[in-house]
Protein backbone atom coordinates (compact mmCIF):
# COMPACT_ATOMS: atom_id res chain seq x y z
CA UNK A 1 0.00 0.00 0.00
CA UNK A 2 1.42 3.55 -0.82
CA UNK A 3 -0.44 6.46 1.24
CA UNK A 4 -0.11 9.83 -0.21
CA UNK A 5 -1.70 13.18 0.97
CA UNK A 6 -4.95 12.65 0.10
CA UNK A 7 -4.91 8.91 -1.16
CA UNK A 8 -4.12 5.42 -0.80
CA UNK A 9 -3.05 2.99 -3.62
CA UNK A 10 -3.53 -0.61 -3.08
CA UNK A 11 -3.63 -3.73 -5.15
CA UNK A 12 -7.05 -4.69 -6.66
CA UNK A 13 -9.22 -7.37 -4.40
CA UNK A 14 -12.56 -9.52 -4.79
CA UNK A 15 -14.52 -6.86 -3.20
CA UNK A 16 -13.68 -4.18 -5.76
CA UNK A 17 -15.68 -5.50 -8.80
CA UNK A 18 -18.42 -3.48 -8.84
CA UNK A 19 -15.71 -0.23 -8.93
CA UNK A 20 -13.82 -1.96 -11.75
CA UNK A 21 -16.92 -2.39 -13.37
CA UNK A 22 -18.45 0.59 -13.11
CA UNK A 23 -14.37 1.92 -14.18
CA UNK A 24 -13.87 -0.03 -17.14
CA UNK A 25 -17.49 0.66 -18.40
CA UNK A 26 -17.33 4.79 -18.61
CA UNK A 27 -17.05 6.49 -21.76
CA UNK A 28 -13.88 7.82 -21.23
CA UNK A 29 -12.47 4.30 -20.50
CA UNK A 30 -13.79 2.98 -23.66
CA UNK A 31 -12.97 6.00 -25.40
CA UNK A 32 -9.22 5.90 -24.73
CA UNK A 33 -8.41 2.76 -23.44
CA UNK A 34 -11.09 0.16 -25.15
CA UNK A 35 -13.65 -2.47 -24.13
CA UNK A 36 -12.64 -4.82 -21.86
CA UNK A 37 -15.56 -6.48 -22.34
CA UNK A 38 -16.66 -6.00 -18.68
CA UNK A 39 -20.11 -6.50 -18.77
CA UNK A 40 -20.93 -7.90 -15.42
CA UNK A 41 -19.82 -8.16 -11.95
CA UNK A 42 -18.41 -11.79 -13.08
CA UNK A 43 -16.67 -10.18 -16.22
CA UNK A 44 -14.98 -7.62 -13.03
CA UNK A 45 -14.29 -10.63 -10.81
CA UNK A 46 -12.60 -12.44 -13.33
CA UNK A 47 -10.85 -8.98 -14.44
CA UNK A 48 -9.32 -8.69 -11.10
CA UNK A 49 -8.04 -12.03 -10.95
CA UNK A 50 -6.28 -11.91 -13.96
CA UNK A 51 -4.12 -9.13 -12.28
CA UNK A 52 -3.39 -11.24 -9.86
CA UNK A 53 -1.98 -13.95 -12.23
CA UNK A 54 -0.59 -12.19 -14.80
CA UNK A 55 0.42 -9.24 -13.15
CA UNK A 56 0.86 -9.30 -8.89
CA UNK A 57 1.83 -12.85 -8.94
CA UNK A 58 3.89 -12.92 -11.85
CA UNK A 59 5.50 -9.54 -12.36
CA UNK A 60 5.46 -8.02 -8.64
CA UNK A 61 3.74 -4.87 -9.94
CA UNK A 62 0.77 -3.55 -11.89
CA UNK A 63 -1.95 -1.59 -11.84
CA UNK A 64 -3.49 -0.48 -8.31
CA UNK A 65 -6.58 0.79 -6.90
CA UNK A 66 -6.35 4.48 -6.16
CA UNK A 67 -9.08 5.24 -3.30
CA UNK A 68 -9.69 8.74 -1.43
CA UNK A 69 -7.60 8.55 1.91
CA UNK A 70 -10.36 10.15 3.95
CA UNK A 71 -13.01 7.85 3.64
CA UNK A 72 -11.42 5.11 1.11
CA UNK A 73 -14.00 5.84 -1.88
CA UNK A 74 -12.01 4.18 -4.82
CA UNK A 75 -11.81 6.51 -7.73
CA UNK A 76 -9.75 5.59 -10.42
CA UNK A 77 -6.68 3.17 -10.97
CA UNK A 78 -3.01 3.63 -11.20
CA UNK A 79 0.44 1.81 -12.18
CA UNK A 80 2.72 -0.33 -13.62
CA UNK A 81 2.22 -2.61 -16.97
CA UNK A 82 4.20 -4.41 -19.08
CA UNK A 83 3.19 -4.43 -22.62
CA UNK A 84 4.90 -7.09 -25.08
CA UNK A 85 5.55 -4.28 -27.26
CA UNK A 86 7.75 -2.36 -25.02
CA UNK A 87 11.00 -3.60 -23.34
CA UNK A 88 9.87 -1.53 -20.38
CA UNK A 89 7.07 -1.22 -17.74
CA UNK A 90 4.63 1.72 -18.87
CA UNK A 91 2.51 3.58 -16.12
CA UNK A 92 -1.11 3.77 -16.69
CA UNK A 93 -4.02 5.35 -15.17
CA UNK A 94 -7.78 6.42 -15.44
CA UNK A 95 -10.17 8.07 -13.33
CA UNK A 96 -13.30 8.03 -12.86
CA UNK A 97 -15.11 11.12 -14.46
CA UNK A 98 -16.44 13.09 -11.48
CA UNK A 99 -12.83 12.71 -9.81
CA UNK A 100 -11.06 13.86 -13.55
CA UNK A 101 -8.98 16.99 -13.33
CA UNK A 102 -8.81 17.78 -9.77
CA UNK A 103 -5.08 16.42 -9.60
CA UNK A 104 -5.22 13.07 -8.08
CA UNK A 105 -3.97 11.05 -11.36
CA UNK A 106 -0.96 13.48 -10.84
CA UNK A 107 -0.97 12.64 -7.07
CA UNK A 108 -1.06 8.77 -7.73
CA UNK A 109 1.33 8.72 -10.67
CA UNK A 110 4.19 10.44 -8.88
CA UNK A 111 3.67 7.88 -6.28
CA UNK A 112 4.08 5.31 -8.45
CA UNK A 113 7.07 6.98 -10.24
CA UNK A 114 8.77 7.92 -7.04
CA UNK A 115 8.47 4.15 -5.50
CA UNK A 116 9.86 3.12 -9.50
CA UNK A 117 12.56 0.25 -9.14
CA UNK A 118 13.90 0.46 -12.76
CA UNK A 119 15.53 2.56 -14.75
CA UNK A 120 13.14 3.23 -17.73
CA UNK A 121 9.35 4.20 -17.46
CA UNK A 122 7.02 4.74 -20.39
CA UNK A 123 3.76 5.58 -21.02
CA UNK A 124 1.66 5.58 -23.86
CA UNK A 125 -1.42 7.38 -24.89
CA UNK A 126 -3.36 8.32 -28.34
CA UNK A 127 -2.90 11.47 -30.11
CA UNK A 128 -6.39 12.61 -29.07
CA UNK A 129 -6.13 12.04 -25.39
CA UNK A 130 -4.86 15.42 -24.60
CA UNK A 131 -5.38 15.16 -21.15
CA UNK A 132 -3.91 12.60 -20.47
CA UNK A 133 -0.49 13.68 -22.28
CA UNK A 134 -0.49 16.62 -20.40
CA UNK A 135 -0.12 14.62 -17.18
CA UNK A 136 2.10 12.14 -18.33
CA UNK A 137 4.33 15.66 -18.94
CA UNK A 138 3.82 17.57 -15.92
CA UNK A 139 4.55 13.48 -14.25
CA UNK A 140 8.09 13.93 -15.85
CA UNK A 141 8.12 11.89 -19.45
CA UNK A 142 8.81 13.39 -22.43
CA UNK A 143 7.60 12.53 -25.90
CA UNK A 144 10.08 10.22 -27.45
CA UNK A 145 7.94 8.68 -30.54
CA UNK A 146 4.91 7.35 -32.19
CA UNK A 147 4.72 3.67 -32.13
CA UNK A 148 1.56 1.12 -33.68
CA UNK A 149 0.81 -1.67 -31.55
CA UNK A 150 0.43 -5.22 -32.67
CA UNK A 151 -2.99 -5.02 -32.92
CA UNK A 152 -2.32 -2.12 -35.47
CA UNK A 153 -3.53 0.46 -32.72
CA UNK A 154 -1.27 4.40 -33.13
CA UNK A 155 0.32 5.93 -29.95
CA UNK A 156 2.31 8.27 -28.89
CA UNK A 157 5.30 7.01 -26.24
CA UNK A 158 7.15 8.97 -23.72
CA UNK A 159 9.92 8.08 -21.75
CA UNK A 160 11.46 8.34 -18.53
CA UNK A 161 15.45 7.45 -17.73
CA UNK A 162 15.89 7.35 -14.12
CA UNK A 163 19.37 8.33 -12.84
CA UNK A 164 20.25 5.97 -10.07
Known amino acids: MIVTANLTLRRFGPEDAPFVFELLNTPTWIQFIGDRNIHTL????NYIKM???NFYSKLGYG???????????????????KRAYLDHP????????QYA???????????IIDNYPFDVLYATTTDKNIRSQKL???CGLHYEKDIETPEGTKLRLYKKVFIK
Open 42 to 45: HDAE
Open 51 to 53: LHT
Open 63 to 81: PILVALKEDETPVGLCGLF
Open 90 to 97: DIGFAFMP
Open 101 to 111: GKGLGYESCMA
Open 136 to 138: IER
